[in-house]
């Protein structure tokens, strides 16, 4: 068994301070989210208050976007400051000081950080939301970032969409350590062992970088590797379709399938059906796989990063599923 696999580089994560680590909401508050603990042994954590960065203090009145045609404007009702300039200067600036980030967790509906959900009003003063959008510091993130492991807190209370993030944002640092590496071999490795992974998020990803790799004398690696690198980031853009990771399940069931009693694939066919109704994550899944090629000794599927994508103690097969799903 090919032990580095378990062996993760520590991802470079953005977070927003007031989740779990200074009481520098509005009101005073700290948001309680517990797997900023449990990512805590695992990432470097860079933390960040807009809000706090472009003056304003704790305790503080409420900001809102106030839409302006096409634009979103960044106000306070209370005092009637614009600070959408000064955010917008701060979104453009925080970000050219990362070095080698991997991903952000930010705070969910806030007017500087929300991802997308964050309601936009038609006037200072007015209770009707016209729109949602991004926070204005939020849309600086994607705008340069959108590509790496980019959630708020409240998406990440689902399963799927929180196995997702951890499997880019480590799959990513990863892959940034290869990057730094140089190392031809190195980046043939690591698409190896991320293919079944890659197949399960997009086929025709897949092919495209494995000739990539497979081809690494028509260009310097450092070229070779940025063509990967963005490729692969886009095969990761968005969670996986259930179908295609059914397919993928199924493709590695059938190396043991013959090798089965009848009580093992009919566990294995009632726990795919409930990953199919989205009643368990597809680590529940993985993990029943990975004992089975353990036990029959399959090198080839140890392998592969879809049985251990983030570190295991992260993976919580009981999690019900609750969550905001909604895209952003």
Not at 109 to 125: E, I, L, Q, W, Y
Not at 193 to 202: E, G, I, N, S, V
Not at 294 to 307: C, E, P, S
């Amino acid at each position: 068994m090919n032990r580095s696999r378990s062996q993760f580089p520590r991802p470079v994560l953005v977070l927003s301070q007031c989740l779990e680590l200074e009481p520098c909401r509005y009101d005073g508050g700290i948001i309680r989210f517990e797997l900023i603990h449990a990512l805590a042994p695992h990432v470097e954590y860079r933390p960040v208050c807009p809000e706090l960065e472009v003056g304003l203090g704790v305790p503080r009145d409420p900001i809102r976007l106030v839409a302006s045609g096409d634009r979103n404007l960044l106000l306070q009702p209370s005092t009637g400051r614009d600070l959408t300039v000064d955010m917008e200067v701060f979104g453009e600036q925080f970000p050219g000081s990362l070095n080698g980030v991997d991903g952000f967790i930010l705070k969910s509906r806030s007017p500087s950080c929300g991802t997308g959900n964050v309601k936009v009003f038609d006037a200072m003063d007015s209770k009707a939301a016209v729109r949602r959008a991004p926070g204005i510091f939020a849309a600086s993130v994607l705008n340069r970032y959108g590509h790496l492991a980019v959630e708020d807190e409240g998406r990440l209370r689902n399963h799927r969409i929180r196995e997702h993030f951890l499997t880019k944002l480590f799959a990513l640092a990863r892959l940034r350590e290869v990057g730094a590496s140089g190392k031809m071999a190195r980046l043939v490795r690591f698409h190896a062992m991320y293919k079944f992974l890659l197949l399960a998020y997009d086929e025709r990803a897949l092919r495209s970088l494995g000739w990539t790799v497979a081809n690494p004398a028509r260009a310097p690696f450092e070229t070779v590797f940025a063509e990967y690198r963005d490729g692969f980031a886009r095969a990761l853009a968005e969670t996986p379709r259930y179908k295609s990771v059914i397919n993928v399940f199924q493709h590695v069931y059938g190396f043991f399938r013959k090798q089965l009693n009848r009580s093992e694939r009919e566990h294995f066919a009632q726990q795919l059906e409930r990953y199919r109704e989205g009643q368990v994550p597809a680590v529940a899944i993985t993990m029943v796989l990975q004992s089975w090629a353990v036990r029959f000794g399959t090198v080839y599927i140890l392998d592969q990063a879809l049985f251990a994508p983030f570190p295991r103690e992260l993976a919580s097969p009981a999690d019900s599923g609750k969550g905001r799903a909604a895209g952003r």
